[in-house]
């Protein structure tokens, strides 16, 4: 990726995922329309590539993030642990 599409991408990092996933659904409904220009889609089809990195990366540290509740023999929560990614 050149300098300057680096840099137009470089909002994207500071996106919450919510954000990059509706940005990322009205890029796909513009690509799918096909009233895009050439040129335009290929914009589009670039940021889009973008989001979705984006918003893979943030469900991986969500999923790292998340842990799972421990039970006592009795059913009650008695802590949490790491969840097990593997």
Do not use: N, W
Request: glycine content about 6%; proline content about 3%.
């Amino acid at each position: 990726m050149s300098a300057a599409k680096a840099d137009a991408h470089k909002d994207i990092e500071k996106m919450s995922f919510e954000e990059a996933l509706a940005q990322l659904e009205k890029i796909v409904g513009q690509l799918e329309s096909g009233e895009a220009p050439l040129e335009r889609s290929i914009e589009l089809y670039e940021r889009g590539t973008a989001l979705k990195a984006h918003c893979e990366a943030r469900l991986k540290l969500a999923e790292a993030k998340v842990e799972k509740i421990t039970l006592s023999a009795s059913g009650e929560p008695a802590g949490t642990a790491p969840l097990d990614i593997d």
